[in-house]
């Protein structure tokens, strides 16, 4: 029997973080409610952040409370997510996806470990084959254009076989003066890149969007259909109230405040 779609929603504002997670949440309650007649759709969110640094599950309050007040000084928030992975940065420029797929779908259902591999796979196979961009191989998660240099990250968290949080790309140059503030992921002397300083040519975050969902659908065997918010119930009031509240949030800063 062929799977389900997944429908897909790019916001073309840049998100607060905090009301984004709250989404994630609120659509992981639906799914989980809806699985219980199998009538629950998997989603596919793409979008960019206000800057944000966010760190993992197992960083605590006490080990970060200075790195907080460093890092919202500079203009940023601070937020500790539940997703696995360490401190990184999320902010304009990056393209973020969280997809929210039932892994039970398949007989077997998908592991954590496939899925975290097959979403690697996908952003080298669209670097490799949309901008001619080849990646080296890594001990580390992530996709790294050279030993020293991280384009995309990845961090998931999985309940009851329903995923949240995935994968960030860095598109443009914008947020590498974020990422130079910390030591990114725990991986010390790496630094990040993105596809426009790897190419030597602007490259919007719009553009790229078409050729991720394209991978996405390729590589996880899914048929990909755009989600129309005003027709998707109480999924669609709370995607519509998010583009609300970014729009109301106003302009955000290009680079970090450093003195």
């Not at 607060?16 to 969110?45: C, F, G, M, N, V």
């Not at 109480?234 to 609300?244: K, N, Q, S, V």
Request: charged fraction near 20%.
């Amino acid at each position: 029997m062929p799977l389900p779609p997944v429908f897909y929603h790019y916001f073309r504002t840049p998100l607060p973080y905090t009301r984004t997670l709250l989404l994630q949440e609120k659509i992981h309650q639906l799914q989980l409610a809806a699985r219980r007649s199998s009538s629950h759709h998997d989603i596919l969110l793409l979008l960019e952040h206000r800057p944000v640094y966010t760190s993992g599950r197992r960083q605590t309050e006490q080990e970060l409370h200075a790195e907080r007040a460093r890092l919202t000084s500079i203009g940023a928030e601070f937020s500790i997510a539940a997703r696995g992975g360490q401190l990184t940065y999320h902010g304009p420029g990056q393209l973020v996806g969280y997809p929210l797929l039932d892994l039970a779908r398949t007989s077997p259902p998908i592991g954590i470990r496939d899925y975290i591999c097959i979403m690697q796979k996908m952003i080298q196979s669209y670097l490799l084959r949309t901008h001619e961009i080849t990646h080296v191989p890594s001990d580390n998660t992530g996709v790294f254009l050279d030993p020293v240099t991280k384009i995309a990250s990845i961090g998931v968290q999985v309940r009851h076989r329903l995923t949240t949080h995935g994968f960030a790309m860095n598109v443009t140059k914008e947020p590498l003066e974020w990422f130079a503030q910390v030591v990114a992921c725990g991986l010390v002397d790496v630094k990040a890149g993105c596809i426009a300083e790897a190419k030597g040519k602007n490259v919007r975050v719009e553009d790229v969007v078409p050729g991720i969902v394209d991978a996405f659908g390729t590589s996880y065997g899914r048929d990909m259909v755009k989600l129309c918010p005003q027709n998707a119930g109480e999924l669609g009031e709370a995607i519509l109230a998010l583009e609300e509240d970014a729009l109301a949030a106003g302009g955000w800063l290009k680079e970090p405040l450093l003195r």
